[in-house]
């Protein structure tokens, strides 16, 4: 299984919501990745746990705030949004364990829509 | 500041041909390069990857070439094929941490039938 799975696939929430972005790998990966992607942009570093341990935090506002509940489930709650923040949000897995394994195994992505 | 760029935003090809795409870099720390091949509405793929120790790593239709003195890079497709049209972005990380990966900005590459 190399499968990267993330819920929901869209998601709109108005300015007030508190919502949550769900990802859940069973491949192992000892780091999982948060990455904010706008339209006809690269995908941009926002976090990564390493062994559920929160490892890289990107000067991410507080309005985000990552979960690592166990080694396969990655959550990205969302509270105060900003219409900017709408964006694809990607989630990625990686093993990480030795020389060239660093490849990142990514999700489809979360279409959020802020209103 | 962009430290991975990719200047070519779209490139078209004829299928059976050599697709070329370059990617600099400008931080001297970066020493792994990773490709991504990204579809709409898909997130990005893995492709191939290389490290600063070696200056070609081939993998089927896949050839990546580094030039650390250039602080350059590029992926080789061939034949390209129309299923290989997507988003190329070039990537890249330093041991300080392999975990924070810088991407380009992307090249969408077109393979014409």
């Known amino acids: 299984d190399t499968e990267v799975t993330q819920t929901p696939k869209h998601l709109v929430m108005g300015m007030t919501n508190k919502k949550s972005l769900k990802c859940e790998q069973h491949?192992?990966?000892?780091?999982m990745y948060w990455y904010k992607q706008k339209a006809k942009k690269p995908p941009e570093l926002m976090f990564v746990y390493s062994y559920e341990k929160l490892s890289i935090n990107e000067s991410v506002p507080s309005r985000f705030s990552p979960e690592c509940p166990n080694s396969s489930l990655l959550n990205l709650h969302l509270h105060a949004l900003q219409p900017e923040d709408s964006a694809l949000y990607l989630c990625a897995s990686s093993q990480g364990s030795g020389p060239a394994t660093y490849e990142q195994y990514f999700g489809p992505g979360t279409r959020l829509t802020v209103t | 500041d962009q430290q991975v760029k990719q200047n070519s935003p779209s490139l078209s090809v004829q299928e059976g041909r050599i697709s070329i795409l370059n990617c600099d870099y400008t931080?001297?720390?970066?020493?792994?390069f990773l490709w991504y091949k990204k579809y709409p509405a898909e997130g990005p793929t893995f492709l191939i990857s290389i490290s600063s120790i070696k200056d070609k790593n081939e993998d089927g239709r896949f050839t990546v070439f580094l030039n650390k003195s250039a602080k350059h890079l590029s992926l080789h497709i061939v034949p390209s094929q129309p299923g290989d049209s997507a988003v190329y972005f070039c990537?890249?990380?330093?041991?300080?941490?392999?975990?924070?990966?810088?991407f380009g900005p992307g090249t969408s590459l077109s393979v014409i039938p």
């Open positions: 491949m192992g990966h000892r780091a």
């Open positions: 931080n001297s720390m970066f020493d792994y």
């Open positions: 990537a890249a990380s330093a041991s300080t941490s392999y975990d924070k990966v810088i």
